[in-house]
T-cell receptor, first 114, second 110 residues
Framework: NAGVTQTPKFRVLKTGQSMTLLCAQD?????MYWYRQDPGMGLRLIHY???????AKGEVPDGYNVSRLKKQNFLLGLESAAPSQTSVYFC?????????????FGPGTRLTVT | KQEVTQIPAALSVPEGENLVLNCSFT??????LQWFRQDPGKGLTSLLL?????REQTSGRLNASLDKSSGRSTLYIAASQPGDSATYLC?????????FGKGTTLSVSS
């Protein structure tokens, strides 16, 4: 049981390049989330999904797209990377959305855009 | 808009001390509150989850309390150890997502 895994762990992009971050969970969770963590800002929600085939915007969705084609995977895409997207990206999952359900986090992807 | 504040931002204590980390939030309409630990360069590890109907949760040397009406939570760490050195994050769940504080960075010296 690996929990929540993220690929890649590190990436350096040039401005304007595109990339996709992959999140996978093996806990059969319905809900999945993408957060970014920036110094002095805390973690902020980018997008989330409440089930296979669904996605919704979070607090800071601009410049990102997501897809949830399979229940266990949640992809975060950057179509045209900007230096402001330099951050650490965390994926999380939970079995449902109610108050009794913990969110479990992956190890993070450290992205630098030059 | 929900805001979560953690005080202090940093804390240094000698090994063996009992300590309290504070978390406050502005909107009491929450489903739960989670405390996480984050080691440098690592992901988040969930320590304790307190549902809105609960007052406290305990796990080993950790005890977390929740006073929803006053918008406060505390994380009590007993008999601190150097291995407790990390950043501790508080997060509240009011809707789908967690709203995080900026964390308290704890350093325990031997």
């Amino acid at each position: 049981n690996a929990g929540v895994t993220q690929t890649p762990k590190f990436r350096v992009l040039k401005t304007g390049q595109s990339m996709t971050l992959l999140c996978a969970q093996d806990m059969n969770h319905e809900y999945m989330y993408w957060y970014r963590q920036d110094p002095g800002m805390g973690l902020r929600l980018i997008h989330y999904s409440v089930g296979e085939g669904t996605t919704a915007k979070g607090e800071v969705p601009d410049g990102y797209n997501v897809s949830r084609l399979k229940k266990q995977n949640f992809l975060l895409g950057l179509e045209s990377a900007a230096p402001s997207q330099t951050s650490v990206y965390f994926c999380a999952s939970s079995s449902a959305g109610g108050g009794t359900y913990e969110q479990y986090f992956g190890p993070g992807t450290r992205l630098t855009v030059t | 808009k929900q805001e979560v504040t953690q005080i202090p931002a940093a804390l240094s204590v000698p090994e063996g001390e009992n300590l309290v980390l504070n978390c406050s939030f502005t909107d009491s309409a929450i489903y739960n509150l989670q405390w996480f630990r984050q080691d440098p360069g690592k992901g988040l590890t969930s320590l304790l989850l307190i549902q809105s109907s609960q007052r406290e949760q305990t796990s080993g040397r950790l005890n977390a309390s929740l006073d929803k009406s006053s918008g406060r939570s505390t994380l009590y760490i007993a008999a601190s150890q150097p291995g407790d050195s990390a950043t501790y994050l508080c997060a509240v769940k009011g809707g789908t997502a967690l709203i995080f504080g900026k964390g308290t960075t704890l350093s325990v010296s031997s």
